[in-house]
């Protein structure tokens, strides 16, 4: 099993940054795969950004250029740098992990944190 604890979420002024984090506990080895999503009220979840244990990066096109994923494999954590925010971005944050065999692609379980609210507002 694998516990995703996200926090860094909060009121950033439109233009402002925010840093998110996600750290993994728990059978964090077979890890390969960390996302971020996230949902706004009445809409559905949608993906923000992912990255590999290799460090393969993946962004939706609304958040290309303002938002950047980084992790860090010997904390078992993964970050989303936020920059240029705006009043569309607010939503809750929720980070996603997958493991998998070494090599392979059996899936051995997913996870969900608990989520993070992040408003932008002036």
């Known amino acids: 099993q694998v516990q995703l604890v996200e926090s860094g979420g909060g009121l950033a002024q439109p233009g402002g940054s925010l840093r998110l984090s996600c750290a993994a506990s728990?059978?964090?080895?077979?890890?390969?795969?960390m996302r971020w999503y996230r949902q706004a009220p009445g809409k559905q979840r949608e993906l923000v950004a992912s990255?590999?244990?290799?460090?393969?990066?993946n962004y939706a096109d609304s958040v290309k250029g303002r938002f950047f994923i980084t992790g860090d494999n010997t904390a078992s954590t993964v970050f989303l740098h936020m920059n240029s925010l705006n009043p569309e971005d607010t939503a809750v944050y929720f980070c996603y992990a997958v493991r998998a065999l070494p090599g392979t692609s059996i899936t051995l379980g997913d996870y969900w944190g608990q989520g993070t609210q992040v408003t932008v507002s002036s």
């Open positions: 990255i590999t244990r290799r460090g393969s990066t």
């Open positions: 728990g059978s964090t080895s077979y890890i390969n795969d």
